[in-house]
């Protein structure tokens, strides 16, 4: 695919833009969102240039099924990371979406991201493939609950545990010195005293196997595929590309940096995601 220069008059972008502009014109696209939609609201992408896969490896559900130690560091991270992620608002390319949703453009949003915000930009049937920070599960008896109740939890067992300049990673993790991780204490499951885990997909676990094949049926109910801000490093993403690519799907990619699926992509385009989207978005008149 050839590479689109940057903005500032005729050439590969426009082009590209223009034949996404086509593609959603004609309805029944399904969106495949990632991280990179989500930057512009403050919240860090795991493979771009300040992404957080370039510092750290992520908890993997092994470690934290496995290690209580590895639970300990994992829960005193998120606390401090959680307010990044729990004050983060939908950003333009998040409205715009919803905007091409609302106007008939876009049929179904599939999302990696686990922040929630398509939900708080209105649309609030997106699949959350990976899950979602704001609600926590219990790995014994299943019990479901709002991130917030425990949040307010973990603050009442270990007092003001800040660390305000921490940074904060896309899956609200924050970087914390190990002094204040070894003092941190965990919260059980109020129901049965077993472990709780955020309600996200960790490295290293299975996406259940009925949300893939909701994901799958939204693609083959689509006329074409939209990827937004997504490298498409991993299986759990490029395997919706595969599958339109072999039916026959057009594939479009608005991303900031080459994916893996560009070779399966009739347009790729490097624009920022809110500058692209709200572009699209008025150029198809949606309200």
Known sequence: M???????????????????ARLLDGGGVAVLSGAGLSTESGIPDYRGVTGSLRRRTPMTYQ????????????????????????????????????QLRRAGRVSAVITQNVDGLHR?????DAVELHGGLDRVVCLGCGRTSPREELDRRLHAMNGAFREPDAATNADGDAELPAELVGAFRIAPCEACGSVLKPDVVFFGETVPRPRVQRCFDLVDAA???????????????????????RAGKPVAIVNQGTTRGDGYAVATVALPLGEALTTLADRLGTP
């Open 2 to 20: 050839p590479t689109h220069a940057l903005p500032g008059g005729p050439g590969p972008l426009t082009a590209g833009l223009d034949e996404v």
């Open 63 to 98: 470690e934290f099924v496995a290690d209580e130690e590895g639970r300990r560091r994992y829960w005193a991270r998120s606390h401090v990371g959680w307010r990044t992620i729990a004050e983060a608002r939908p950003n333009a390319g998040h409205r715009a979406v919803e």
């Open 120 to 124: 708080a930009a209105g649309t609030l």
């Open 223 to 245: 006329r074409a595929l939209l990827v937004l801000g997504s490298s498409l490093t991993v299986m759990s993403g490029l395997r919706f590309v595969h599958h339109a690519a």
